[in-house]
């Protein structure tokens, strides 16, 4: 794996020229894919020589220059602005603010004109990176120490759930891991981190660690705040506010932005929008269903029946179908954290299903998003999930393109998540056919049934409040 790592450094990469890497990327892929099935064949060992040729790995990477990705640069861009004690939901590089600055080795920059979407436990990690120096490289060193920090803590909760170290594995030599963190320096690592710390602690029942622990996450990126749905049945009410306070509090500092501070996220809500894979199905039927015309007819009918609806005109905007099929898909988030909280899920497994529930509703889903995942596969080895971790690179395949109309490779979803599906849907009709032979079920469609019998396999309830 090691000589297929090194090979990617000396393989020219670019847009229009993916094949090389793609090609040996599939070739570490299958090695890993060799020593995963060795490891799941294992009921002993520690890990340690896994641990430590997964820090080789990463060193290998962590000082050579991204080639995949440019967002290094717009995290460099914002800790600089904050170290300056300036305000990077204010001094984005298209403001006023971002001009004046005129720093001019910080390199092309995509999407100047939006602000930053990095909530603020993020700023502060591209602080502290761009503090160490020099360039992007002082970034892409923390992502990969907490990257190296998330292997500890998985064989920490490994041991809590009574399972072999040596599964540590599973995402320690993920090739998707390696090059998304310490090439690439996508900051996944740190909110990924503070959600395993969050398992950890609620298996221990240390609720209220737990909440702060998924607040944090939640303030590195977006999704461990959704993330509290499956722990919502084993975390008191008392514990709760923790997350709106320390929301409140870390935002603080930026309130001279105003309504900038989510103007970010928002302008990433309404515009982003790639690799998708259900929410791409739901798009589509609702293109061929074309319900807008039907829906402004219904608007306009209640404006005209019903007096001072005048505020229903701002419904015109978002009965197209893009914005239908994201609603629809929030709807569905919903509705299966809801189901999750209801059927009283036991929490790491909802973890599981919910990260990877909202991987494949998302309108966007670039291969670093599926690091979400990854480490849940330690504890619940689930051979589609594995092979959706290496056929997510296909995405690169159409690198450098710009727009929908500019992908060259229609194809590429089909053969990145189909395969997946047709592994999963195999998985579900076999748990089926088992279930009614009387042998006795599976966990999940294309999951390895490993339920753990440790002293943490049932979490036991909250005392009643």
């Known amino acids: 794996m090691e000589c297929g790592f090194v090979a990617m450094l000396?393989?020219?990469?670019?847009?229009?020229?993916?094949?090389?890497?793609?090609?040996?990327?599939?070739?570490?892929?299958?090695?890993?894919?060799?020593?995963?099935?060795?490891?799941?064949?294992r009921a002993d060992g520690t890990g340690w020589t896994i641990v430590g040729l997964a820090?080789?790995?990463?060193?290998?990477?962590?000082f050579a220059a991204p080639v995949l990705s440019d967002d290094l640069q717009r995290y460099l861009w914002d800790g600089r602005v904050t170290?300056?004690?300036?305000?990077?939901?204010?001094?984005?590089?298209?403001?006023?603010?971002?001009?004046?600055?005129?720093d001019a080795d910080i390199g092309p920059l995509a999407h100047k004109e939006v602000a930053t979407v990095y909530p603020p436990a993020a700023q502060l990690l591209f602080a502290g990176g761009a503090a160490l120096g020099p360039g992007i490289y002082g970034i892409k060193i923390l992502v990969v120490l907490l990257d190296l920090l998330v292997i500890a803590v998985?064989?920490?909760?490994?041991?809590?759930?009574?399972?072999?170290?040596?599964?540590?594995?599973?995402?320690?030599?993920?090739?998707?891991?390696?090059?998304?963190?310490?090439?690439?320096?996508?900051?996944?690592?740190a909110a990924t981190l503070c959600v395993l710390l969050a398992a950890v602690w609620i298996i221990q029942k240390r609720e209220a660690g737990a909440t702060f622990a998924l607040a944090a996450g939640g303030l590195v990126k977006v999704v461990p705040l959704?993330?509290?749905?499956?722990?919502?049945?084993?975390?008191?009410?008392?514990?709760?506010?923790?997350?709106?306070?320390?929301?409140?509090?870390?935002?603080?500092?930026?309130?001279?932005?105003?309504?900038?501070?989510?103007?970010?996220?928002?302008?990433?809500?309404?515009?982003?929008?790639?690799?998708?894979?259900l929410f791409g199905v739901v798009h589509a039927a609702i293109v061929w269903m074309n319900p807008t015309p039907g829906l402004k007819a219904a608007i306009a009918c209640v404006r005209r029946s019903v007096p001072h609806t005048s505020g229903l005109d701002r419904l015109y905007g978002y009965v197209y179908p893009i914005d239908l099929a994201k609603g629809a898909c929030a709807l569905a988030v919903?509705?299966?954290?809801?189901?999750?909280?209801?059927?009283?899920?036991?929490?790491?497994?909802?973890?599981?299903?919910?990260?990877?529930?909202?991987?494949?509703?998302?309108?966007?889903?670039?291969?670093?998003?599926?690091?979400?995942?990854?480490?849940?596969?330690?504890?619940?080895?689930?051979?589609?999930?594995?092979?959706?971790?290496?056929?997510?690179?296909?995405?690169?395949?159409?690198?450098?393109?710009?727009?929908?109309?500019?992908?060259?490779?229609?194809?590429?979803?089909?053969?990145?998540?189909?395969?997946?599906?047709?592994?999963?849907?195999?998985?579900?009709?076999?748990?089926?056919?088992?279930?009614?032979?009387?042998?006795?079920?599976?966990?999940?469609?294309?999951?390895?049934?490993?339920?753990?019998?440790?002293?943490a396999a049932c979490i036991a309830r909250p005392a009643p409040r």
């Open 226 to 277: 959704i993330l509290i749905a499956p722990l919502l049945r084993r975390i008191r009410a008392r514990h709760l506010p923790i997350v709106p306070v320390a929301v409140t509090l870390a935002y603080w500092p930026f309130r001279a932005a105003g309504r900038l501070l989510f103007a970010g996220l928002r302008e990433y809500a309404d515009r982003w929008l790639g690799n998708e894979s």
């Open 55 to 62: 820090c080789l790995f990463r060193l290998t990477f962590v």
């Open 154 to 189: 998985l064989r920490a909760l490994l041991r809590e759930r009574g399972r072999p170290g040596l599964r540590v594995l599973i995402y320690a030599w993920n090739p998707l891991a390696v090059t998304e963190t310490a090439w690439s320096g996508h900051i996944e690592p």
């Open 334 to 455: 919903l509705g299966f954290a809801a189901w999750l909280v209801r059927r009283d899920v036991e929490p790491l497994r909802g973890l599981y299903w919910m990260s990877g529930a909202l991987l494949l509703l998302s309108p966007t889903a670039h291969p670093w998003y599926f690091l979400w995942v990854l480490p849940w596969l330690c504890l619940f080895p689930s051979p589609p999930w594995i092979l959706l971790s290496g056929l997510v690179a296909l995405a690169y395949a159409n690198l450098g393109a710009s727009g929908r109309a500019g992908e060259p490779y229609p194809w590429i979803r089909l053969a990145e998540y189909g395969p997946f599906y047709c592994l999963a849907g195999a998985g579900w009709l076999r748990a089926r056919l088992r279930v009614r032979r009387g042998i006795g079920g599976a966990a999940a469609a294309g999951t390895v049934d490993d339920s753990g019998r440790g002293r």
């Open 10 to 41: 000396f393989t020219p990469t670019g847009p229009g020229r993916t094949l090389a890497f793609l090609v040996l990327f599939f070739a570490v892929f299958a090695c890993y894919v060799l020593a995963v099935r060795q490891v799941l064949g």
């Open 83 to 102: 170290l300056d004690g300036g305000n990077p939901y204010i001094a984005f590089p298209a403001s006023p603010a971002g001009a004046a600055r005129g």
